[in-house]
């Protein structure tokens, strides 16, 4: 059946592909990333029109329906994509209720903490970026982190929303004892928020 179905093989195996790199990188940010997993998509399609034709001459010769088989696998494939695009942007739908950031031109970093009691945290540099995602509590202005470090940057799970001597608000990240851990890592809180 693989010898007359040899397009099964590759659209598998690009498939498989295609969904786990996505998967497996979708809390890091290349530059080049969009233009590989376009190229991947491109080459499924390829194949994917390749098996289309070649079932509708053989459907044409048998009047089977069966003869769509490696057609319709790619075609589930095909869909596997779009569910695996949906749920990974589904995790960004509640809307933010602070953003927090510093932009150092070249690199930079900022917080979005949601509604849902979710933030996302991106530590982007030049070419890319990662991405980190967790749960969070508010209480008054200092915000608790499920996690107490972060990448290089975010060394305490604790923050806290305080206005400067320049009168911004501004976060930094405190200890025990509510002292700020590194007065010159502070995250300029952002209130034109747009969702």
Same mark, same amino acid.
């Given at each position: 059946?693989?010898?007359?179905?040899?397009?099964?093989?590759?659209?598998?195996?690009?498939?498989?592909?295609?969904?786990?790199?996505?998967?497996?990188?979708?809390?890091?940010?290349?530059?080049?990333?969009?233009?590989?997993?376009?190229?991947?998509?491109?080459?499924?399609?390829?194949?994917?029109?390749?098996?289309?034709?070649?079932?509708?001459? %053989?459907?044409? @010769?048998?009047?089977?329906? *069966? =003869?769509?088989?490696?057609?319709? #696998?790619?075609?589930?494939? +095909?869909?596997?994509?779009?569910?695996?695009?949906?749920?990974?942007?589904?995790?960004?739908?509640?809307?933010?209720?602070?953003?927090?950031?510093?932009?150092?031109?070249?690199?930079?970093?900022?917080?979005?903490?949601?509604?849902?009691?979710?933030?996302?945290?991106?530590?982007?540099?030049?070419?890319?970026?990662?991405?980190?995602?967790?749960?969070?509590?508010? %209480?008054?202005? @200092?915000?608790?982190?499920? *996690? =107490?470090?972060?990448?290089?940057? #975010?060394?305490?799970?604790? +923050?806290?929303?305080?206005?400067?001597?320049?009168?911004?608000?501004?976060?930094?990240?405190?200890?025990?004892?509510?002292?700020?851990?590194?007065?010159?890592?502070?995250?300029?809180?952002?209130?034109?928020?747009?969702?």
């Amino acid at each position: 059946m693989i010898k007359r179905n040899w397009l099964i093989v590759p659209l598998v195996i690009i498939g498989f592909y295609y969904n786990f790199w996505r998967i497996k990188n979708a809390d890091t940010e290349m530059i080049f990333q969009e233009i590989f997993f376009g190229f991947l998509l491109f080459l499924f399609l390829i194949f994917l029109g390749f098996s289309l034709n070649k079932d509708f001459k %053989k459907f044409k @010769i048998s009047k089977s329906w *069966k =003869s769509y088989f490696p057609s319709l #696998i790619g075609l589930l494939i +095909l869909v596997s994509f779009g569910v695996t695009s949906l749920v990974l942007d589904m995790r960004d739908n509640s809307p933010t209720i602070i953003h927090a950031g510093y932009d150092g031109d070249f690199n930079g970093a900022w917080f979005e903490f949601r509604e849902d009691g979710t933030y996302k945290f991106v530590d982007h540099a030049g070419i890319g970026a990662d991405i980190t995602r967790g749960n969070y509590q508010m %209480k008054d202005s @200092i915000i608790i982190l499920d *996690k =107490s470090t972060i990448g290089n940057v #975010i060394v305490s799970n604790k +923050l806290a929303i305080r206005i400067d001597s320049t009168g911004e608000k501004k976060m930094f990240q405190i200890d025990e004892k509510h002292s700020v851990v590194n007065d010159k890592f502070k995250l300029i809180i952002n209130d034109n928020i747009e969702n």
